[in-house]
């Protein structure tokens, strides 16, 4: 009887071992003494699982210690802003009307505009008229001509030997760099003469200056003159 209760005890302790064994194979299990392992198995899919994990931390720390080196080396660089690009050099500048001492361009005839013969002009050359009777000659330092900007003008002359003659003009610029100068009649004298009337043809030189030839068509005399703006 007892061997047969042992032979029970055996057979138990075998099933029950035995259903350990198929409920715990895949996992393994760890015997109490010793620490010994028993039948201990791991998926082949938990282990590149596992492999991938170890790579990826592997990977993680190459790539951090990497980040660290970047931002200290960041962290020494000196930024500079770069200076913004000059402007755009001005456009060239229209060129300057010429200066002359009378203050008008040579080219000032040209625009028919008898209004910058305004003010007056001064003789700055000899002139001489011829007494048509006795020949005699009379000389004249002093010549003022002074316009309106309508063309409307006066003139005093006087001799070396102090006479002095006066009247009235008109000027008008018809083109071509010329003046043109009208006395409507004789220019009488204070010593009762008189100078025969004149046409007076005028250009500016390069001073800008009035060069001008009178004409007398009474007597066909001819004669000429400098004029320069007065004040100047």
Known sequence: MRTVIALLAV???LAVGASAWLLLRSCGVRLPLGGA?????EPGTARDIRAQLARAGDETGDLTARIDGLERALARLECRA????????????????PETPSGLDPGAFDERDISVMAGCWLLSSDYAVREINTGEITRFRYWRICFDENGNGTETMRSTNGVVCTGTLTGRMPGNGRLIMREPSNLQCDNRSSIFRRDITCRLDARGNAECDTYQPETNGRSAATLRRAGR
């Open 82 to 97: 770069e200076p913004p690009p000059p402007p755009p050099p001005p456009p060239p500048a229209a060129p300057p009307v």
């Open 37 to 41: 392992l028993w039948s201990y198995c």
């Open 11 to 13: 057979a138990l302790v």
